[in-house]
């Protein structure tokens, strides 16, 4: 029971960013699993708590990068992340209301949203750094 199938469109070529993403995958493919079992126990509640906080964790870290790395696109970048983060946060006030439907609803947002920003907006910076490297 799969949400988010990982494959090479969604490898940066940044080993640690590329480990955060597959982490967060595996992470939203538990919280559709939990879901889909109308699993409203400890183990809904524990998986979406880790989804939040490994959000959290995984853009603090991309920040810092672009900050280090002076990226001019980091304000809109980081935008972004905050939207997000606060779709998650919708998500899991839904998923503790034992809301099942909209919560599944809401989940298959925030994998659109994962997949396009991963193929996007992390790609844009993962050149930039590359592009950086190579001149
Ligand atoms: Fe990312
Ligand atoms: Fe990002």
Redesign the pocket.
């Known amino acids: 029971m799969m949400l988010v199938e990982w494959d090479d469109t969604l490898i940066l070529g940044m080993a640690q ?1 590329d480990e ?2 597959h982490k967060l995958v595996d992470i939203l493919n538990r919280c559709y699993r939990a879901l889909m079992l109308h699993d409203h126990s400890h183990e809904l509640e524990g998986v979406v708590a880790e989804l939040l906080d490994y959000t959290q964790y ?2 603090r870290t ?1 920040e810092e990068l672009m900050a280090q790395s002076h990226y001019a696109a980091a304000p809109s970048h980081a935008a972004a992340h905050r939207k997000f983060i606060n779709s998650v946060t919708n998500f899991k006030d839904r998923s503790d209301a034992g809301e099942s439907f909209v919560a599944i609803d809401v989940l298959v947002f925030l994998k659109d949203w994962l997949v396009g ?2 193929q996007n907006t ?1 790609r844009a910076f993962a050149n930039f750094l590359n592009d950086r490297a190579g001149s």
Do not use: K, S, V
């Open positions: 960013i955060h993403h995984h853009f991309e920003h991963i992390d």
